[in-house]
Each structure stands twice: as C-alpha cells, then as structure tokens.
C-alpha cells in the first residue's frame, strides 16, 4: 500500500465553476483518486478555496461588499456542488484558515532566513488617478509575446508567459481605464538563481514521467533563466508578513503595508490542507500524521490542474519545498491538461460563452458529463466542447455501445448458469489483459486511454454477443447458451470493474443489478470465481437518451459566432 497526495489547482471564489474546471482538473483527479483507493492505496486528497487573489477584491468592489462575503458565498457554493458532483476530497479547505496563514509564513521565514528571500527596489504600477499601488489584475495592457489584449500585469493567460512589471504594452487600471505609470517601492523577491541547479537535476529526473509538452515548456523556461520573483504586494487583502520574526536588518521600506503574494501562498495550501487534515485524523486510536505523506520516500505526490499553472507547479513550488525543507516530498507527477474551448470560443462569462458545472450536471447526469468530457480531455492539446458532440456521444457511444452491452447481456442473463469451467481462455485472458492495459494508462494518468481502454472491452462483448447470438440458443441448444452468457458476463465484470473510478454512479447501479461489489481491484482469476456469485434480479437501462433537439436549444443560449 503507498500513500499518495492527490493535490487539485485551488480555484478562486470569484464565481461559479464552469465545465473547463470539471476537464482540467476536477474530474481528472477526482477518477484517479477513485482509482488509487480501488487499488487499495491510502490516498489522501486536498484541495481548497484561493481566497486571496484580486480576482475576490475585483468582484467585491463590483458589487460592494468585503471580500469575506465573495469568499463565504462562493466557498459554500463549490463545497455543495463537488458535494452533488461526488469529487470524493479528503479534505476542501480555504486559504483563510490560520493553518494556512502559520504555514505560509514559517516558509517564508524559512526562506528568508537561508538567503533566498532578498530586498529589492522595484517598479510596480501606479494609478496616479487612484493615488495607489495596484496589484496585477488591476492592469491590463497587451502581451508582448503574442499581442494579447486585456494582459494581466504578471502573466499572459493565452499564451502562459510570466511577465515582468514594466513589460505590459499601454498598461491601463483596470478600474477606471486610465494610464498607469511604474514607481519604485520595496518588495521582497524569492532570488531564483540560486535555485537553477536543483530545478535543474529536478526536472532531468522526471523526464520521460511527465507528459512531454509539459517537461518540455517546463525546461524551456529554466533554460531561459529565471529571474528573482517578487513574494509581496502593496496590498490589504492578504496574508500578513510575520512582523515580530523579522530582524530590523531584513525588513523593506512600509513593510506593514505589504502582503504575501497570493502566488507564493496558494500552492503552500497543499501542504497546509495536509496539515489541518491530520488535526482531526485517527486511526485504530492513533492520530494519523500528515507526515506520512510528506516525509515519506515511498509515497507519491500528483497534481492536478490547467495549462496556466505550470510554471508555479513545475518550478516554484519544487523550489519552495526545497528552500523550507531538503528533505520534504516533491512533486513526483504533474498531470496538467490544456485549455477546452466551447463550440470553438474561449470562456467567457461576459459573453456568455459558458456552461455552468451545476446546470449541465443536474440537466444531463454527472456520470454522462463525465463520460464525455473524458472522451474530449485535453491532455495533450486543446479540446472543444460541442452540444452536438456531446448529444451523439452520448447516445452513439455511452449508449449505443457501453449501455447496450451491459442491457443485452443482464437481460439475457437472468436465465443463465454461470460456471468457471466455461469461461474461454481466450475471453479471460483478453479481460485481464484489457484491465492490465487500462491500470497501466490510468497509473500514468491517461484518463482518456482508460475511458477508450473500457469502450473497445464493451463493443468487443457487443460483437461476441452478435457472433454467438444466444437469444437463438436459449430454447434450443442450452448449454451452448450457458457458455456465450458465462462469457458476456466475464466480460461484463471487466466492464464493471472499469466503470467503478471512472462512472462511480453507473458502476453502483450495475453492483447492485449483478449482485457483485468489489473492494479491490481484481487479481488474475478473480473475475472468473466471481461468476458463480453473480444474482440478476432486475436489469434496466443505465442511461437515458438525449433528444436531438438539445443542441440548438442549448446552442441558443450561447452567444456564439
């Protein structure tokens, strides 16, 4: 058994989730949760609400409010609804907790007081119309890498780069439109340089684990050389710099007007979910340590999240850990998915180009979201939502093919006898082979091969079905059909084993049709002295179809080109 850290992006409480959440990360992880805890790991994972972003004190200025009450609306609403979405964490947090607020500031100490914290001078926008210092998504301008319009301050969202202060082309406030101009104020800056030789031998070690684009972009910019980061903004809505620990020859100029940028912070939430979980943990009457997964050389850590936070994940937060503590668990898998686009068009909320996770979900079904939105998982490359693919996935594919092989053979297996000695070699050893095939993508977080591993198991039972036609061999050659349903019915367990990570509502209806439940995953064999406990009582459809005329009602609420 290891221990593995299943650590998800911490959205902002800005707003509602969207479906480009559900692909990049939520049901990613989620299925690989599932997955570790089917093979019978003590999984533990953590994510939680960033709550100190600009994008909070953006929307609580629109509408007037503190951003306490943005971060008590939206926290609540993404606990309820990974709550109905089944996202099986350990434990959702804040940023907020003083778990939190202790941790990160014992890093930041940590880092300080080894020298790769340093003072320095820098330039930072300036609203003269606002008389302030403003935080990077209050400044907007042009990227000057790919020309992209409405440019954060601090990093392109379309093409990734991390900029500079000052690089911003016609930066403007965000708030009011007008020209910003830079200043100098004193920050402090996480110096870089000297981690290059660890990020180096870091990132060679996980060649070749991590998918390619990601290593690659990853490598790209450590051969670029990094730069000194600054960790404090000339904020109110932060976390605070720990004042009574820093000598008077390391403090910077109003350093009780600064706070803890929300970059360094939020990743330090993966270790301090870790810790405030272990708080309330026992087992067998022992509290359970949160060191065992991070001060263990036998766990394995997994993240889980968009394009847009790769640098952070492949390079700063290794290179925080290293800098608090050379001894802690970094980073061993980094599952980063590209961007999905809707009907061919970026997100927006202000255009509405968007669906909501709720809605989509409590329209259509969570495990048919999750069966397509696999289907399409932008692991290497960008991927599209389409109404239209959606609608003829579901009822061509999840229907067509899974649903039907699971209908026909529970309804003709209701009169059957299953027996170990009619299994075909053939047919188990191709079932175990399929689930070997898919354990083996799953373990190197191929969501999508698992999900095509599972389909070509189903539509191989469809074409065994229609070969050997046991609806004829049911009155007159009954031990012929005695045999084909033994052999529907071990694959049909492959089936089910398959569906139990992936469509966890799908399997339990299945559990509960079949009379099996496995707690594990199956060793060689098992599926086959599982057969003689299978008890069909009732068979229905597991899923219902969706009319044609879904797409353009739903294409109509989009403003789409």
């Not at 450590?222 to 730069?227: A, P, S, W």
């Not at 350093?255 to 990743?267: D, G, L, S």
Request: hydrophobic share 35%; net charge neutral.
């Amino acid at each position: 058994m290891k221990k593995i850290l299943i650590g998800l992006a911490w959205p902002y409480v800005n707003g509602d989730l969207h479906i480009g959440h559900l692909a990049g990360y939520l049901f990613p992880a989620d299925i690989f949760a599932r997955f570790h805890r089917f093979l019978g790991n003590d999984v533990l994972m953590v994510s939680g609400s960033d709550c100190y972003g600009t994008p909070i004190t953006i929307e609580a200025d629109r509408r007037g409010l503190h951003p306490k009450d943005i971060i008590d609306e939206y926290h609540a609403k993404n606990v309820s609804l990974f709550k109905e979405l089944g996202i099986s964490f350990d434990l959702y947090t804040k940023t907020t907790t003083e778990t939190h607020k202790n941790i990160t500031q014992e890093i930041f100490l940590a880092l300080l007081n080894k020298g790769y914290v340093i003072k320095k001078t820098t330039p930072q926008y300036y609203s003269p119309a606002e008389k302030k210092f403003l935080p990077d998504r209050y400044v907007e301008g042009i990227c000057p890498h790919c020309d992209y319009e409405g440019t954060r301050s601090d990093q392109c969202e379309n093409c990734g780069r991390v900029l500079e202060q000052g690089e911003l082309i016609n930066p403007k406030s965000k708030e009011n439109g007008k020209k910003v101009e830079l200043r100098d104020t004193e920050h402090y800056f996480i110096d870089w340089q000297k981690f290059e030789p660890f990020l180096k031998s870091y990132l060679e070690k996980r060649k070749g684990r991590w998918r390619e684009w990601v290593w690659n972009e990853a490598f790209g910019w450590l051969k670029e050389g990094l730069k000194p980061r600054a960790i404090t903004r000339d904020l109110d809505w932060g976390i605070e710099l720990p004042l009574k620990d820093i000598s008077e020859d390391k403090r910077i100029r109003h350093i009780e007007e600064k706070r803890i940028y929300v970059w360094f912070e939020a990743v330090i939430g993966y270790l301090s979910a870790s810790i405030e979980w272990s708080h309330n943990q026992t087992k067998k009457g022992k509290k359970v340590s949160w060191e065992d997964f991070w001060c263990n050389e036998r766990a394995e850590h997994s993240y889980f999240m968009g394009k847009d936070n790769l640098a952070f994940h492949a390079l700063f937060w290794p290179g925080e850990l290293y800098g608090y503590d050379e001894h802690i668990h970094l980073p061993d898998n980094l599952f980063i998915n590209q961007f999905l686009t809707l009907e061919g068009q970026k997100f927006s909320k202000s255009r509405n180009i968007i669906i909501d996770s709720k809605y989509i979900t409590e329209t259509y079904g969570n495990d048919p979201v999750r069966f397509y939105l696999t289907s399409i998982s932008p692991e290497k490359r960008d991927a599209n939502f389409s109404w239209a693919e959606f609608v003829n996935k579901h009822n061509d594919v999840l229907i067509g093919n899974l649903g039907n092989f699971i209908n026909r053979t529970l309804t003709l297996a209701r009169d059957a006898t299953f027996q170990e000695k009619l299994v075909e070699k053939k047919i188990q050893n191709h079932v175990e082979k399929k689930l070997e095939e898919a354990k083996e993508a799953m373990l190197h977080g191929e969501g999508k091969k698992y999900l095509e591993t599972l389909l070509a198991l189903s539509d191989e039972g469809n074409k065994y079905l229609s070969k050997h036609e046991p609806w004829k061999q049911k009155d007159s050659a009954t031990h012929i059909f005695h045999k084909t349903m033994t052999n529907c019915a071990m694959i049909l367990l492959g089936v089910q084993t398959l569906l139990k990570p992936l469509l966890p509502e799908t399997c339990q209806k299945m559990e509960k049709m079949t009379g099996i439940t496995l707690s594990l995953w199956p060793q060689k064999g098992e599926l086959k002295r599982a057969l003689q406990k299978i008890n069909i009582e009732e068979s229905r459809p597991l899923f219902r179809k969706i009319e044609k005329e879904v797409i353009e009602f739903e294409r109509g609420k989009l403003l789409v080109q």
